[in-house]
């Protein structure tokens, strides 16, 4: 008798397991820049129109696949076909190397937090230098955040080159981030069923705590005018659209295998159209609700610095002039500056050159994303703020939750085909593949934690993804469609369900999605042929500031192998299977 599969404890566990991973890291620091670049309110067309032609319907059919095969990715796609077992593969390749880079994120996250509790926070202030003369050189030419970030974290090298030795306070927060990880896995969906309602639920208490702060601190609207002014002529604009649809498919988790592999723990009759609408409209509505928080906060952060910009101005012209304190104010700054221009133009010649051009737009028009967002942008308006410990705390603790509920999804990705191996289980336990799983994981992820660690984050984060993931999620519509068929997979949704399929599913599986991902595909291909030689961006200490670098041969050669290794699973392992199949007509044809 086979064994029973194991099953969540009821469907609203699945669902806020779902949520865990597709809310993540992304809709925080990822969504608000793209808000940023391409638009304001106006990115909310487009990005609204792919949630509807291309996520919810991929979702769903991801959900439908992994409840009807009710298998890991693997099992699902070697049970449509199999020739497409490579896909399963490809799913479980990549899902491993995210696992590898993404879990640094919480060791930082970890880092951040354990630092929060000193006073004054330790990135709010610059240190002093060796001979206790003043503050460190390189603090200085940068920011006491930027400081705490590249030397104090990460204590970065140079270039990709140098890459140092691991540093034991980063290799000691992955340990405990995995271990971390560990014990929410060890007992499959029995633990991680329990897990997810507070890595669900957590981060909107921390994000609602945020929005009442945020709104109330000063120049908050400034950031909110900015996100909701729509700009409409980014509407005319192929990469609004282009990277509304890549946020769309990269924040709902699509091709990694997770969302199979939770499904395949459903109830055959669970109505999985339902919760893939539930998802995806939650998943989306948090980005924006995320960015109403990251953009009140913006708001302050650039106000405070276009003040702080104007009284130094004020102070430089007072003290040149011997004008009266307090005559001179913001609002009548330009008209005393074109006065003074006019009747001392040899003196105002010589401070002009040291008076700063101040300007609210400026500093709200400084886009960034990932990294720099969460632990440079972020914590620079935190410092400012009154009780920033409190506020440094619960944002990293939210960083946290938001990292592991994803954590959780990838490595389900990987374990489930693994548990669902009769040969593997047979020899191990549950416990120990999860154990040896989360060993290798940390033991290679130890590479980012060395000086160069950053640079290696970057080369996994930009391409151990993007491409393959694309292909997959091409591959698995046209099987679902042309090679286990349509009808067939309608009929199968309608005994397990109990409802037909609509139109517009099949219209979106069909032709729609397919045609958007090889669009997405062809454009992100031709956009590494054109950019010709790939860089990176190095930190110079001297100048306190990042420059641009080449990427040297044996890191493209990573990239290539990055890239290589998942996609080049589909095509190996089909080619395999003929092999297999033509061996085995044949040594049956000799016996015949």
Known sequence: MEKARPQWGNPLQFVFACISYAVGLGNV???????????????LVPYIIMLIVEGMPLLYLELAVGQRMRQGSIGAWRTISPYLSGVGVASVVVSFFLSMYYNVINAWGFWYLFHSFQDPLPWSICP??????????ECEKASSTQYFWYRKTLNISPSIQENGGVQWEPALCLTLAWLMVYLCILRGTESTGKVVYFTASLPYCVLIIYLVRGLTLHGAT???????????????NPKAWINAATQIFFSLGLGFGSLIAFASYNEPSNNCQKHAIIVSIINSSTSIFASIVTFSIYGFKATFNYENCLNKVILLLTNSFDLEDGFLTASNLEEVKDYLASTYPSKYSEVFPHIRNCSLE????????????????????????EVSQLWSVLYFFMLLMLGMGSMLGNTAAILTPLTDSKIISSYLPKEAISGLVCLINCAIGMVFTMEAGNYWFDIFNDYAATLSLLLIVLVETIAVCYVYGLKRFESDLQAMTGRTLNWYWKAMWAFVSPLLIISLFIFYLSDYIITGTLQYQAWDATQGQLVTKDYP????AVIGLLVASSTLCIPLVALGTFIKNRHKMGGSAAVA
């Not at 969504?31 to 990115?43: R, T, V």
């Not at 002093?128 to 050189?137: A, F, I, K, R, V």
């Open 29 to 43: 620091w990822r969504f608000p820049y793209l808000c940023q670049m391409y638009g304001g309110g106006s990115f």
């Open 128 to 137: 002093l230098n060796s001979n206790h003369t003043g503050y460190d050189e």
């Open 222 to 236: 400034n950031g909110l005018k900015y996100m909701f002014t729509p700009k409409m002529e980014q509407l005319a």
């Open 362 to 385: 400026s500093e709200l028009n400084t886009a960034v994303q990932g990294t720099g967002l969460a632990f440079i942008v972020y914590t620079e308006a935190i410092k400012n703020m």
């Open 553 to 556: 041969p044996h890191a493209l």
